[in-house]
């Protein structure tokens, strides 16, 4: 917040106004929407909801093979994607800066990947790893499906995690003659730890949210999944499903949505205490 | 094996690590090619926008009016979300008691993170029945528009408030200082310092706009038309892939890879754009 003088000239108060207007706007709408969902989703949800299959096409019954189908596809994404993202981040924090080529290539590429439309990276992933490799649609086809997408977003943020490390740990660890092999691991990965925690936590509820790049990856078959190449239904999916193709589905789907917003929220308080904690200062007491 | 010899071999392996995140967009441009070669090989690009209709499996290609679906959608959520949001960010800035803003901030914060599905969903309960009130069916461009725009508004208004806290505060210390008022700070200290930052936020939130599938799908009625008015129903080039991959065969699903590609393109011409923003003009402040 920057505090600026006081004054009253007529620009000056119809800015206060429009902006007062739009910031209001803004707090209108979305304070509808939370008070609509909570209001119609939080009377239907139970212990039976959350641990039951869904009946009558996902009018009654439960979400419990959703909520087992996002969990898995969440691990699944996370085991491909966390080894490749933090070596990468480790290379590019470590190895090198923005004026090399082949950093900014990367970067570059991170960036686009980044920004891929989600359905665009749905065909990819059906085309791919649906057909070329032949998971069929499959649990496994989707969480690889999001991996890539989660990808620029961990090597982001574990990237910052360990540039914010000062450099006189890696100049003191090079003096006491530690290999660079044991300064990244014992020295530097072990400091940025809580940010690796918080870019995983982002990537979680990003993939968490995510719908369209499932669609055609990991199905929408609503049953419990048995292994991770049996086709899955993920909760977001399970709210366009409801919402979209099934009428009178829509007291489960406010339910479903309900739910699926209480996880992101959960997740998003956990990641604004972690950066908190991070930005007051985790390197100055050792 | 030697420290030396395991440092080395270290710097190999994460470089190969590195090289995976190319080596999936190399994967995703790859694909996108290949399956949309048979229709690249075998239809001029006229009949795009020539053909009389969207009808893949007879041969008639008209991708026009989901083009432009796109681009009405797209463009009707960037003009509302662009002064709501950084106006938005502006009062959080600048006018609201320090209480208001750190309440704006969290709410924002949470808003970035709910699924467009949600989004996509509630347009479906309240909006859809809000414009039937006004013109059937309700389902329309307009819907679209709404939806959207609430979709990324959260992130612009991020993005402006992140810029305009970077302004350099010593230029606004001796603005302040020189007694200039609030207004002409605002005006000619902090937006011209901003202006690059915001056009670049801009940017990325249009591709993430245009890129958007199945929010739009579920409140814009999904006909293959040209909208006469914002109460007609449209199709977007997002919603014609997320609709009919479920049994495109063929000329048809090529077809549907041809639109992902395009995507793509459009996407990745945006981000260049952005990147040469950040490379070429560091030193006009």
Same mark, same amino acid.
């Given at each position: 917040m920057i505090r600026l003088p006081t004054n009253h000239s007529f620009p000056d108060r119809l800015l206060k106004l429009f902006s007062w207007f739009c910031g209001l706007l803004l707090l209108f709408f979305f304070i509808y929407l939370f008070l609509d969902i909570a209001r119609q989703g939080l009377s239907q949800i139970t212990f039976n909801f959350l641990t039951t299959d869904p009946m009558n096409a996902?009018?009654?019954?439960?979400?419990?093979?959703?909520? #087992?189908?996002?969990? @898995?596809l969440l691990t699944l994404c996370l085991l491909v994607s966390l080894p490749i993202g933090i070596a990468s981040a480790i290379y590019l924090a470590e190895y090198t800066d923005e004026t090399q080529w082949f950093a900014r290539i990367i970067?570059?590429?991170?960036?686009?990947?980044?920004?891929?439309?989600?359905? #665009?990276m749905g065909l990819f992933g059906y085309?791919?790893?649906?057909?070329?490799?032949?998971?069929?649609?499959s649990i496994l086809a989707g969480a690889l499906t999001l991996a890539c997408m989660?990808?620029? @977003?961990?090597?982001?943020?574990?990237?910052?995690?360990?540039?914010?490390? $000062?450099?006189?740990?890696?100049i003191n660890a090079t003096a006491l003659g530690l290999s660079r092999y044991r300064t990244i691991f014992q020295i530097l990965l072990p400091m940025a730890a809580r940010g690796i925690l918080l870019a995983v936590i982002l990537s979680i509820g990003r993939a968490m949210a995510e719908t369209a790049a499932l669609l055609y990856t990991s199905g929408y078959v609503s049953r419990m999944p048995e292994s991770i190449l049996d086709s899955g239904r993920s909760l977001s999916v399970h709210i366009f499903d409801l919402s979209m193709n099934v009428p009178g589905g829509e007291q489960n789907a406010y339910a479903s949505a309900f739910t699926l917003i209480v996880l992101l929220l959960m997740i998003n308080i956990t990641t604004l205490s972690l950066s908190r904690k991070i930005q007051k200062g985790a390197f100055s007491e050792h | 094996?030697?420290?030396?010899?395991?440092?080395?071999?270290?710097?190999?392996? *994460?470089?190969?690590?590195?090289?995976?995140?190319?080596?999936? *967009?190399?994967?995703?441009?790859?694909?996108?090619?290949?399956?949309?070669?048979?229709?690249?090989?075998?239809?001029?690009?006229?009949?795009?926008?020539?053909?009389?209709?969207?009808?893949?499996?007879?041969?008639?290609?008209?991708?026009?009016?989901?083009?432009?679906?796109? *681009?009405? #959608?797209m463009i009707g959520a960037m003009l509302l979300s662009i002064p709501v949001g950084i106006f938005t960010a502006v009062l959080w800035q600048f006018y609201a008691p320090a209480w208001f803003s750190s309440i704006l901030e969290r709410i924002v914060e949470v808003l970035s993170g709910i699924p467009?599905?949600?989004?996509?969903?509630?347009?479906?309960?309240?909006?859809? $029945?809000?414009?039937?009130?006004?013109?059937?069916?309700?389902?329309?461009?307009?819907?679209?528009?709404?939806?959207?725009?609430?979709?990324?508004? $959260?992130?612009?208004? @991020?993005?402006?408030?992140?810029v305009f806290q970077q302004?350099?505060?010593l230029h606004i210390q001796n603005a302040i200082a020189l007694g200039l008022s609030r207004f002409t700070i605002i005006r000619h200290i902090?937006?011209?310092?901003?202006?690059?930052?915001?056009?670049?936020?801009?940017?990325?939130?249009?591709?993430?706009?245009?890129?958007e599938t199945l929010a739009v799908l579920m409140v814009c009625g999904n006909v293959v038309q040209i909208p006469g008015s914002v109460f007609e129903p449209v199709r977007t080039l997002t919603s014609n892939i997320a609709l009919e991959m479920a049994y495109a065969m063929d000329i048809h699903r090529s077809a549907l890879f041809l639109s992902g590609l395009v995507l793509m393109l459009v996407v990745f011409m945006l981000i260049l754009m952005t990147e040469r923003m950040k490379f070429t003009s560091d030193n006009s402040l």
């Amino acid at each position: 917040m920057i505090r600026l003088p006081t004054n009253h000239s007529f620009p000056d108060r119809l800015l206060k106004l429009f902006s007062w207007f739009c910031g209001l706007l803004l707090l209108f709408f979305f304070i509808y929407l939370f008070l609509d969902i909570a209001r119609q989703g939080l009377s239907q949800i139970t212990f039976n909801f959350l641990t039951t299959d869904p009946m009558n096409a996902g009018r009654a019954g439960g979400i419990a093979p959703m909520l #087992v189908s996002t969990l @898995l596809l969440l691990t699944l994404c996370l085991l491909v994607s966390l080894p490749i993202g933090i070596a990468s981040a480790i290379y590019l924090a470590e190895y090198t800066d923005e004026t090399q080529w082949f950093a900014r290539i990367i970067q570059t590429n991170l960036n686009v990947l980044a920004s891929v439309p989600s359905i #665009v990276m749905g065909l990819f992933g059906y085309a791919f790893f649906v057909v070329a490799l032949g998971l069929g649609f499959s649990i496994l086809a989707g969480a690889l499906t999001l991996a890539c997408m989660v990808l620029p @977003l961990l090597i982001r943020n574990i990237e910052d995690s360990l540039r914010n490390i $000062p450099d006189e740990y890696r100049i003191n660890a090079t003096a006491l003659g530690l290999s660079r092999y044991r300064t990244i691991f014992q020295i530097l990965l072990p400091m940025a730890a809580r940010g690796i925690l918080l870019a995983v936590i982002l990537s979680i509820g990003r993939a968490m949210a995510e719908t369209a790049a499932l669609l055609y990856t990991s199905g929408y078959v609503s049953r419990m999944p048995e292994s991770i190449l049996d086709s899955g239904r993920s909760l977001s999916v399970h709210i366009f499903d409801l919402s979209m193709n099934v009428p009178g589905g829509e007291q489960n789907a406010y339910a479903s949505a309900f739910t699926l917003i209480v996880l992101l929220l959960m997740i998003n308080i956990t990641t604004l205490s972690l950066s908190r904690k991070i930005q007051k200062g985790a390197f100055s007491e050792h | 094996m030697s420290p030396l010899t395991r440092d080395r071999y270290l710097h190999y392996v *994460l470089k190969f690590f590195a090289c995976v995140s190319i080596l999936s *967009l190399f994967f995703i441009i790859f694909f996108l090619v290949t399956e949309s070669w048979a229709i690249i090989e075998s239809t001029p690009a006229s009949k795009y926008i020539l053909d009389d209709a969207w009808h893949p499996t007879d041969g008639e290609f008209f991708l026009l009016p989901m083009i432009v679906g796109s *681009l009405f #959608v797209m463009i009707g959520a960037m003009l509302l979300s662009i002064p709501v949001g950084i106006f938005t960010a502006v009062l959080w800035q600048f006018y609201a008691p320090a209480w208001f803003s750190s309440i704006l901030e969290r709410i924002v914060e949470v808003l970035s993170g709910i699924p467009s599905v949600v989004y996509g969903f509630w347009g479906i309960m309240i909006i859809v $029945p809000l414009l039937a009130k006004f013109q059937a069916p309700g389902t329309s461009l307009l819907a679209g528009i709404i939806v959207l725009t609430l979709i990324v508004l $959260p992130t612009i208004t @991020l993005v402006a408030n992140s810029v305009f806290q970077q302004v350099n505060k010593l230029h606004i210390q001796n603005a302040i200082a020189l007694g200039l008022s609030r207004f002409t700070i605002i005006r000619h200290i902090i937006f011209p310092q901003a202006k690059r930052g915001l056009l670049t936020g801009v940017i990325l939130q249009a591709g993430r706009a245009i890129g958007e599938t199945l929010a739009v799908l579920m409140v814009c009625g999904n006909v293959v038309q040209i909208p006469g008015s914002v109460f007609e129903p449209v199709r977007t080039l997002t919603s014609n892939i997320a609709l009919e991959m479920a049994y495109a065969m063929d000329i048809h699903r090529s077809a549907l890879f041809l639109s992902g590609l395009v995507l793509m393109l459009v996407v990745f011409m945006l981000i260049l754009m952005t990147e040469r923003m950040k490379f070429t003009s560091d030193n006009s402040l």
